[in-house]
């Protein structure tokens, strides 16, 4: 629409610089017509945009309630929306020489490519692939070949963005991710697991002291069923005396955890709730003592 009225002023343009020759007194209110014909057509564009995006986003957020928040539908989300600004934005209020540039001339098309757009296209592309193959999604616990560990939030054309300690955003582009090894903490939906030891003294009651360790585990809100019992139900892992150290006998317990729990926070919640629940069954824990004997020499 906008290039049909601009196509129509240029072909009676001389026609319109006689009239207003002719006429002076019509400049003004043709210059004021062409300004604000200009601006209804370009609100109107924006308009088609606007109403593309709400319908585009009725239709993902519909999908995204019966089938979850992943990868694939954020990003297909994220095409969508370039190709709408490309459809009615772009190309429109482009004119003909960027509607020529973007969908037939393969030669500007490969000097973007090879020159301009080559991180952007091979951050895409990697977005594309881990859409698809879905190595992680969104919602996963995963840990980098450095050892960064963190939940992925979310992903865009061209980067993941994943929340680690203390809901600290680490932003990677997707090709560098796309390019190495990743260990996905929650893929197949198999719990976390952390062991934990715990020293009592000689004197304790074992079945005492293992009890008072289960219902601690059991009672911390971070811990989950995650062991499997012989009738194939999730139970949560039994305490067991595991060795006879030099000055205390080891407890030692698996604790199964969401992939979403930091390992940090689970290991804070078990240890102080173990330490509370030891203290107030009056079961101490041992600490190592050292008895120094000073021998006196005769002078």
């Known amino acids: 629409m906008l290039r049909s009225f601009g196509k129509l002023i240029e072909t009676h343009i001389q026609d319109i610089w006689d009239f207003l020759y002719a006429n002076p007194s019509v400049i003004i209110p043709f210059l004021l017509f062409v300004f604000f014909a200009t601006l209804i057509i370009i609100a109107f564009y924006i308009f088609l945009a606007w109403a593309c995006f709400k319908i585009s986003g009725r239709i993902f957020r519909s999908v995204e309630k019966k089938r979850g928040k992943t990868l694939l539908i954020q990003f297909t989300q994220y095409i969508i929306n370039l190709v709408i600004i490309l459809l009615f934005v772009v190309i429109p209020l482009g004119g003909d020489k960027i509607s020529q540039s973007i969908l037939g001339s393969a030669a500007v098309l490969a000097a973007v490519i090879g020159f301009a757009a080559q991180d952007v296209i091979r951050d895409v592309l990697a977005g594309l692939q881990i859409s698809f193959h879905k190595p992680f999604d969104i919602g996963d ?52 697991s952390a062991e934990f030891s715990f020293p009592v003294a000689y004197d304790t009651d074992i079945k005492k ?91």
């Open 209 to 299: 002291a293992k009890s008072v360790i289960f219902d601690a585990v059991k009672n911390c809100d971070l811990s989950i069923p995650g062991k499997k019992d012989a009738n194939g139900e999730m139970i949560y892992a039994p305490v067991y005396f595991i060795s006879i150290a030099d000055s205390a006998l080891i407890m030692k317990v698996t604790v199964y955890f969401d992939h979403k729990t930091p390992t940090e926070v689970l290991k804070d919640g078990i240890n102080t709730g173990v330490f509370e629940a030891l203290a107030q069954a009056g079961i101490s824990i041992p600490y190592p003592h050292t008895t120094v004997i000073m021998q006196q020499t005769a002078n």
């Open 141 to 192: 616990r995963i840990e980098l070949e450095d050892g960064t560990a963190g939940i992925v939030n979310s992903i865009t054309m061209r980067h993941v963005v994943l929340t680690l300690i203390d809901t600290v955003k680490l932003i990677i582009p997707n090709s560098k991710l796309n390019c190495q090894t990743i260990r996905n903490l929650s893929y197949d939906y198999v719990p976390r």
